[in-house]
């Protein structure tokens, strides 16, 4: 979609590209990279709601020259931050939903499930926000169980919905999003092992 061919080996870093069509991929990893930045925003302000410490986190990440040179070149760390930062982002703003069932409580839930396929789908890495979004979640739950004001299927139903969100949601995703990169890339190459 943005003019690359798919001929240049991207061996090591600092080759140069010659003729190649790269700025699209470029311009996509920085456009990426730099949502992190109004996510980190939001998030901060979802747990503190408080305008200079959200204003500080975005500053952070503004000013941050490991986070201004990841996001200038061809890399995957970019697009994994975008997804490890919505995931604590989608996290954070289902936390802040007061009533149960409603759809917002279920649209934050399936977006943090579908930024926890992304994050797993770019890199294993993405395996630490699934291991954060879950620990919150046993927790979320260990504190709807210890509510004995409410009926058990209650805390069923918590536990079914998240186990679709969180569980299933990303398995279809990550499954998906695999099954199309190898109909579409069906050569081998040097680096596939």
Known sequence: TTGYNGTHPFEKPGDP???????????GCTLLGCAIVPFSFLTVWQFTHSLTASCLAAAFLIFDIGVIVLNRYILLDPILLFFI?????????????KEPFTTAWWSWLTLTGAMLAGAISVKFVGLFVV?????????????ILGDVSKPFLYTLKH????????????????????????????KSGSGDG
């Open 17 to 27: 590209y010659d003729d190649h069509s790269y700025m699209g991929m470029r311009v």
């Open 85 to 97: 930062s919505g995931s604590v982002f989608a996290m954070a703003s289902f936390r802040s939903v």
């Open 131 to 143: 291991l954060y979004v879950g620990i919150f979640t046993i927790g979320q739950l260990w504190f």
């Open 159 to 186: 536990f079914i919905a998240r186990a679709i969100c969180l569980i299933a949601v990303p398995i279809v995703l990550y499954i998906s999003f695999f099954y199309i990169h190898l109909t579409i890339l069906s």
